[in-house]
């Protein structure tokens, strides 16, 4: 097997040290609370040995984003509970935070975004979050946790507002004190891109992205824990990503769920696209205010 490229992007020095980057990519290698297929802890690794494959020339946004600076931090290795490694990731990034750095958090199954929504939610307050996912992911607990992967937007509900997108699965427990105004149901939107404004226009002015990686089709995106049929396609999410970016101020992002599968190297390539995608929008429109 290739060696594991040492920084996203497989940078040069000049475009990937911490001084000079605006933005930190953060792996979370955890898999402590996911309840099917395991594997998600080889994510980040996956994300990153593809995105040393990309050209980093953005043709729709003729930018290069990489010039910004990318630094790939270690990875919060903190695996002996998920209440651990919650408040490990939340230190890590608020403390690039704090230095003024733009946080991407790569995982690692859904709970790692517990830690950085905390972070985010203490350093900008009034931001929104929005997800993009297969599942609600709002139940209260779940074996015996609070901060379970299926718990990851009750925790960040209890924090600030937050809108849900490309949902198609959730268990009924979820429905209570369910938001309907607030939730974009993959069957709702699979037929038009009206619902994107409204999406948009439901967050507020500063706005954290939480993807986990399961809201693609499975068609395009097999390499997840829990994969979901009726799935978004990548042009979808671009066009919801490119309206966020250029309506709002995109303040931090994560990718998650990542399950890499042997010999499919199309969807780790996808979800390296994907954050590069999001950083080009973010930098090379009004996300930079």
Wanted: glycine share 8%; charged share 25%; net charge negative.
């Amino acid at each position: 097997m290739t060696e594991i490229p040492k920084n996203f992007g497989g940078l040069p020095p000049e475009y990937s040290q911490l001084a000079d980057s605006r933005i930190v990519m953060i792996p979370v290698p955890y898999d402590g609370t996911s309840t099917w297929v395991k594997g998600a802890d080889r994510g980040p690794d996956a994300i990153i040995r593809a995105s040393a494959n990309m050209e980093l020339y953005d043709i729709e946004t003729d930018s290069q984003v990489y010039q910004q600076g990318i630094f790939t931090d270690a990875p919060v290795a903190e695996a002996r509970s998920p209440e651990r490694m919650v408040e490990a990731v939340r230190e890590r990034v608020l403390g690039h935070l704090a230095d003024g750095k733009f946080v991407v958090l790569v995982g690692g199954e859904h709970s790692v975004s517990i830690g950085a929504i905390q972070a985010h939610q203490q350093q900008f307050p009034g931001v929104s979050v929005l997800q993009l996912d297969a599942h609600s992911d709002l139940r209260h607990e779940y074996e015996g946790s609070r901060n379970n992967h299926a718990c990851v937007m009750a925790r960040a509900r209890e924090l600030c507002p937050i809108v849900q997108v490309g949902i198609r699965s959730m268990d009924i427990s979820e429905t209570r004190g369910l938001d309907r105004d607030r939730i974009f149901f993959a069957e709702n939107i699979h037929d038009s891109a009206a619902w994107i404004d409204q999406a948009v226009g439901k967050l507020t002015e500063r706005v954290y992205i939480t993807i986990d990686l399961d809201v693609f089709d499975p068609s395009i995106m097999p390499s997840t824990g829990t994969p979901e049929p009726g799935g978004l396609r990548w042009y979808d999410v671009l066009a919801l990503m490119r309206a966020v970016c250029s309506r709002k101020e995109v303040v931090g992002l994560d990718v998650v769920e990542m399950c890499p599968v042997a010999n499919q190297w199309a969807p780790d390539f996808l979800a390296a696209k994907l954050i590069y995608k999001i950083l080009s929008y973010r930098f090379a429109t009004g996300g930079r205010r």
